[in-house]
Structure formats: C-alpha cells, structure tokens
T-cell receptor
Framework: DSGVTQTPKHLITATGQRVTLRCSPR?????VYWYQQSLDQGLQFLIQ???????AKGNILERFSAQQFPDLHSELNLSSLELGDSALYFC?????????FGPGTRLTVT | QKEVEQDPGPLSVPEGAIVSLNCTYS??????FMWYRQYSRKGPELLMY????GNKEDGRFTAQVDKSSKYISLFIRDSQPSDSATYLC????????????FGTGTRLQVTL
C-alpha cells in the first residue's frame, strides 16, 4: 500500500458526461500528480500541483481540469467525455524518495 | 522517436533466473531514474530510485545507470513467479517539476 488513495475504483459513464476523480496524497506529501494510462499511449503525465498551486502541465486536454484543495487532496475533472477517454487514471504524490502511485480509477466511457 | 525506449517483451524466464530489463533515452537532461513494477490493473509500485551513474542494490534488485551511454538497467536475481508483472522505467528531466516520462514497459513472465 503506497499510502495514496483514489476514489472511485471504477467509473462507467456515457459520452458527453462529466466525472470527477478524487485523490488523497500520502501524509506529508505536498505534490500531487495525475497520469493517464491507456493501451496505445502508455502512462502519460497530465498535470502536477504543489501545495495548492499548479506546477506543471503535460498533454492534458482542455476538457480536463484539476485542482488541489487546502487539505492537499486533489480532484481531476473530465468533461464532454469521449470514447477515447476510457483509461486508467492514476494519482501520485512524492517526496525526496520518489513518486508513489495510488491504485487508480478505471474509467469506461460507453 | 520516443524519448524513452523500452522493449515491450514479453520476456519469459524460468524461476531462479537473473532477469535484465533495459531502457535507453535520448535526452541528456534526464537526471533521475526510477523503476516501477505494475501488476495487471494495479498502480505502479516504486522499486528503485537513483540519480547517479553506477549501481544501486536493494535486496534482489539492482539498478544500473550509465549516463554516458544514456542507458539504464534493472537486474532481478533469483526471479520468482511473483515477479511476473510489467516493469516500467521512468525518468525526470531537470527543470520539469518532477514529471515522470515513462517507457512503454516490459512484460515479464517467470515460469515454474
């Protein structure tokens, strides 16, 4: 158990809908990262927050947004969902020893 | 061409064998290197983290970094069936706020 928690574990929704994925980092970690893992693209960095502020952006679609709250938990919002958004979404938090991943949320868009 | 190249496998070895997993990279700005193990449908688990050339050992695992050749390796000694998983290398470029760039992963199968 990495100490990073993510909810929900699974999400099934229809095209055009909006969903919110939630992440709680390990105790004491200020950074939160979001990654997407799909069969054709592998693990891709989406966005990073550090202590409530956006620190870095990857190839995150404009339909996706994220935020980190004062208690350091983070949410990833995905809107106008398309079939191609079906993937595993991972959250990670880090300290000087490395980045630790949560169990992921499996999103299926039908 | 991808920034990080990793042979996808699958790699099949008998129990007890020494496994060698490798990644190459093209950008010398990559300075921090990690190896993750991922079981099917689970989150990646950090195995090794290193940032200098040379070897780092942890139990049955040894990570090796050769920055001059832009080549990293993970060795697994006395491999077990429980080591069957996908192994991902990941790297951090300096000045990129610690975002990880991953290889595609190598699927390893350790057979009895």
């Amino acid at each position: 158990d990495s100490g990073v928690t993510q909810t929900p574990k699974h999400l099934i929704t229809a095209t055009g809908q909006r969903v919110t994925l939630r992440c709680s980092p390990r105790s004491g970690d200020l950074s939160v990262y979001w990654y997407q893992q799909s069969l054709d693209q592998g693990l891709q960095f989406l966005i990073q927050y550090y202590n409530g502020e956006e620190r870095a952006k990857g190839n995150i679609l404009e339909r996706f947004s994220a935020q980190q709250f004062p208690d350091l938990h983070s949410e990833l919002n995905l809107s106008s969902l398309e079939l191609g958004d079906s993937a595993l979404y991972f959250c990670a938090s880090s300290n000087e020893d490395g980045q630790y991943f949560g169990p992921g949320t499996r999103l299926t868009v039908t | 061409q991808k920034e990080v190249e990793q042979d996808p496998g699958p790699l099949s070895v008998p129990e007890g064998a020494i496994v060698s997993l490798n990644c190459t990279y093209s950008n010398s700005a990559f300075q921090y290197f990690m190896w993750y193990r991922q079981y099917s449908r689970k989150g990646p688990e950090l195995l090794m983290y290193t940032y200098s050339s040379g070897n780092k050992e942890d139990g049955r695992f040894t990570a090796q970094v050769d920055k001059s050749s832009k080549y990293i390796s993970l060795f697994i000694r006395d491999s077990q069936p429980s080591d069957s998983a996908t192994y991902l290398c990941a790297m951090i470029r300096t000045g990129t706020a610690s975002k990880l760039t991953f290889g595609t992963g190598t699927r390893l199968q350790v057979t009895l």
